[in-house]
T-cell receptor, first 116, second 112 residues
Framework: AQKVTQAQTEISVVEKEDVTLDCVYE???????LFWYKQPPSGELVFLIR??????QNEISGRYSWNFQKSTSSFNFTITASQVVDSAVYFC?????????????FGAGTRLAVHP | DTEVTQTPKHLVMGMTNKKSLKCEQH?????MYWYKQKAKKPPELMFV???????INESVPSRFSPECPNSSLLNLHLHALQPEDSALYLC???????????FGQGTRLTVV
């Protein structure tokens, strides 16, 4: 079954700390996509990154970095030098194309609170 | 323009009311989606439209009725809702066969 697990429900850090959000996934597909979305209090889901199953290169974008490891079915997200504006709920998601369309299977989300 | 616009942003309705949620995108995407997100839960897929045709209905109750009048517009008609239907309703779109979903800000619906 397709499943995404984000074991950390809430994380609280002080500004400038580094923080890693964990994501573990299960899929029977050989080709799949993984995503991270940010959901601030305003509600919209902001796309952060997409990774396909054939590309295990880690990626860095500014203060954000992602570590994709197929061997452990993990796609972890690190924020370096966190800022108050990073406070949000972060969702890891897995694509499910079994119905012929891109259905996103979301993890439960991790609520990140960054305090000044 | 990479925006998906949803209106209204907030909606309070009684259980006997009929209301509609609206979603618009001008990115030329041919697939549009409705997701429902209950408080402190992840979004869950409700409907998928592709080329203005309903492709997926995730066993959603008939009190939710989607409509896609054209390739840029997606509506969700609501009738006889229950208080447990209170949630954030998110619209998204993707290119045909695309993987990156663009989401709107959502409509926060409260059923009283």
């Amino acid at each position: 079954a397709q499943k995404v697990t984000q074991a950390q429900t809430e994380i609280s850090v002080v500004e400038k700390e580094d923080v890693t959000l964990d994501c573990v996934y299960e899929t029977r597909d050989t080709t799949y996509y993984l995503f991270w979305y940010k959901q601030p209090p305003s509600g919209e889901l902001v796309f952060l990154i997409r990774r396909n199953s054939f590309d295990e290169q880690n990626e860095i974008s500014g203060r954000y970095s992602w570590n994709f490891q197929k061997s452990t079915s993990s796609f972890n997200f690190t924020i370096t030098a966190s800022q108050v504006v990073d406070s949000a709920v972060y969702f890891c998601a897995l694509s499910d194309f079994s119905g012929g369309y891109n259905k996103l299977i979301f993890g439960a989300g991790t609520r990140l609170a960054v305090h000044p | 323009d990479t925006e998906v616009t949803q209106t209204p942003k907030h909606l309070v309705m009684g259980m006997t009311n009929k209301k509609s949620l609206k979603c618009e995108q001008h990115m030329g995407h041919r697939a549009m989606y409705w997701y429902k997100q209950k408080a402190k839960k992840p979004p869950e897929l409700m409907f998928v439209y592709s080329y203005e045709k309903l492709s997926i209905n995730e066993s959603v109750p008939s009190r939710f009725s989607p409509e896609c009048p054209n390739s840029s517009l997606l509506n969700l008609h609501l009738h006889a809702l229950q208080p447990e239907d209170s949630a954030l309703y998110l619209c998204a779109s993707t290119e045909e066969g695309g993987t990156e979903a663009f989401f709107g800000q959502g409509t926060r619906l409260t059923v009283v």
